[in-house]
């Protein structure tokens, strides 16, 4: 069975500040995809990046940023320089042969 | 593009009933899943769809259902609804390959009364 943990619950920064979402998984499968999606209060999940197991190369995309570890089971990410329009519920997801597994959800309050 | 579309957006119904929440995907995909989401249990995969045939089930209920059609809209379909059905039912479409990401609707938010 797969699991996708996301120990951080709730994470509360000022506007500007550094964040990062930490994200570790388990999976029997040696060929799997990491996503890291996020849910702001209208409910729709967006998503934001997709990663598969074999690509650990770790990319900056604007404020965004992913560090992907398989040594660790880890694919932790991190927004620069926060805003608010940032608060949201942040889910990391795992698929591999079967379904999408996901975390529980950290929850980012950015405030001004 | 047109994303994923979910109708209805809320609902209400009492315990006993039977409801059915459509989906219809981007175009040109042809996988849909369905997800419950509520406080307690977090977001739970229900079942995928891929061309008209279920791919995946998710450890629900027989009271859940689910179908897809040809032209890859789909429908679940919850009978004898209880109170801890209430939860944000998503629906998500891909292009269906296993590790193809998927884009999720706005959700239907079911309340069971």
């Known amino acids: 069975a797969q699991k996708v943990t996301q120990a951080q619950t709730e994470i509360s920064v000022v506007e500007k500040e550094d964040v990062t979402l930490d994200c570790v998984y388990e999976t029997r499968d040696t060929t799997y995809y990491l996503f890291w999606y996020k849910q702001p209060p209208s409910g729709e999940l967006v998503f934001l990046i997709r990663?598969?197991?074999?690509?650990?190369q770790n990319e900056i995309s604007g404020r965004y940023s992913w560090n992907f570890q398989k040594s660790t089971s880890s694919f932790n990410f991190t927004i620069t320089a926060s805003q608010v329009v940032d608060s949201a519920v942040y889910f990391c997801?795992?698929?591999?042969?079967?379904?999408?597994?996901f975390g529980k959800g950290t929850m980012l309050l950015v405030s001004p | 593009k047109a994303g994923v579309t979910q109708t209805p957006r809320y609902l209400i119904k009492t315990r006993g009933q039977q409801v059915t929440l459509s989906c219809s995907p981007i175009s040109g995909h042809r996988s849909v899943s369905w997800y419950q989401q509520t406080p307690g249990q977090g977001l739970q995969f229900l079942f995928e769809y891929f061309s008209e045939t279920q791919r995946n089930k998710g450890n629900f209920p027989g009271r859940f259902s689910g179908r897809q059609f040809s032209n890859s809209r789909s429908e679940m379909n919850v009978s004898t609804l209880e109170l801890g059905d209430s939860a944000l039912y998503l629906c998500?479409?891909?292009?269906?390959?296993?590790?193809?990401?998927?884009?999720f609707g706005p959700g239907t938010r079911l309340l069971v009364l």
């Open positions: 997801a795992l698929r591999g042969y079967s379904t999408l597994t």
């Open positions: 998500a479409s891909s292009s269906g390959g296993v590790g193809e990401t998927q884009y």
């Open positions: 990663r598969n197991s074999f690509d650990e």
